[in-house]
């Protein structure tokens, strides 16, 4: 407020943001969004390097997105974005609001729609407590960036909302997701290409899409990922579950990949491994080396388990299931191209 922000949700407070941010890159310490207020952020990034050694933003009060067009003509990939900033610390209690009804309906439209909250090129970076509604695309983007732990968030946005995952991961390695509450109208989670290193625990899903290793390979791109852990985690409702999913003419691999200690509660594709996503080209993403461990629950589809993999290549190669009861309404198991290593597992899975 001292660098001249009004908090009063019609002003738009970006360029006091930014002079505090300068002081604050520049200085260290914090800040502060105080608490009972609410600013009026039109798109803006918080950019490093920094000269101080951590920076840290405590978000307490309320901050919401611009719905007029002229504040999106500059950019709108973004909305907020951090980018290229070591040790940076965002955490509190307070609420980033996108005001994504007006993208969803197109009654505002720039070309693509902006993430909430992206952090870019971020080394150590640590994120909690905070809030993010109502995105007009996904919730929170973590790019290119090395080493994260993310906790304690929520994510909210209505299950018919287009393309609102709640975290994308790409580019990352030492990432870690944990104790969250995601619901929204895509991916709970989307582990994206060349991640490494990803532990997912303690999340709360649904409604959404599930938490999802993919897509990768569209477009023929070679996809890296591997060393993927995902645990104690409950999907509500949901149209899948833990599910890994890559375009038919893609190259490359995803291995090293475990879905473990699961709960599912009418959950449509409660288990999924999709390798003919889209395109028709004759050639696959490698995936190999994936375990279904210790996964109950309830299914409100037709298949439990899918694995549908391609008949390019060697389809899918090395995969566990064990321990793992879903029940449903005749809910059987399909599996195409797979070589799979079972125990304790119902619905039975034979491949053909």
């Known amino acids: 407020m001292k660098y001249g922000a009004k908090g009063d949700g019609r002003t738009n407070d970006a360029p006091a943001f930014q002079k505090a941010w300068k002081d604050v890159c520049s200085r260290g310490g914090t800040l502060l969004i105080p608490k009972g207020n609410t600013f009026l952020l039109y798109p803006t990034e918080f ?22 067009k002229q504040a999106w003509e500059k950019q709108c990939n973004d909305w907020i974005s951090f980018l290229q900033i070591n040790n940076l610390v965002v955490d509190g209690s307070g609420e980033f609001n996108g005001n994504g009804e007006v993208w969803w309906s197109k009654r505002l439209n720039c070309g693509d729609r902006p993430t909430n909250i992206a952090f870019n090129r971020c080394t150590n970076l640590k994120v909690s407590g905070i809030n993010s509604r109502n995105s007009a695309r996904n919730h929170f983007s973590i790019s290119h960036c090395d080493g994260a732990v993310i906790s304690d968030i929520t994510a909210i946005a209505p299950e018919d909302s287009p393309n609102t995952d709640g975290i994308d991961i790409s580019h990352s390695t030492d990432i870690i997701v944990k104790d969250s509450r995601i619901g929204s109208g895509d991916d709970c989670i989307a582990i994206n290409n060349l991640c490494q290193s990803i532990n997912i625990s303690n999340i709360d899903c649904g409604p959404g899409h599930g938490i999802s290793v993919g897509s990768l390979g569209k477009g023929g791109e070679e996809a890296q990922v591997e060393d993927i852990h995902v645990h104690d985690c409950k999907f509500t409702g949901t149209s899948n579950g833990a599910r890994i999913k890559t375009w038919v003419g893609g190259e490359g691999y995803a291995r090293s990949i475990t879905f473990d200690q699961l709960v599912m509660s009418n959950v449509e594709n409660p288990i999924i491994i999709n390798q003919n996503y889209f395109d028709h080209k004759e050639s696959t993403v490698a995936i190999s080396d994936v375990k279904f461990l210790n996964i109950q629950g309830t299914c409100q589809g037709k298949h439990a388990i899918i694995f549908d993999c391609s008949s390019y290549g060697s389809g899918c190669t090395d995969i566990e299931i064990k321990n793992v009861k879903i029940t449903g309404d005749d809910a059987d198991a399909l599996c195409k191209n797979a070589q799979v290593e079972q125990s304790l597992t119902s619905p039975e899975v034979i491949c053909s």
């Open 47 to 68: 950019e490093g390097p920094c000269k101080s050694s951590g920076v840290h933003v405590q978000v307490l009060g309320k901050i919401v997105s611009p719905t007029q």
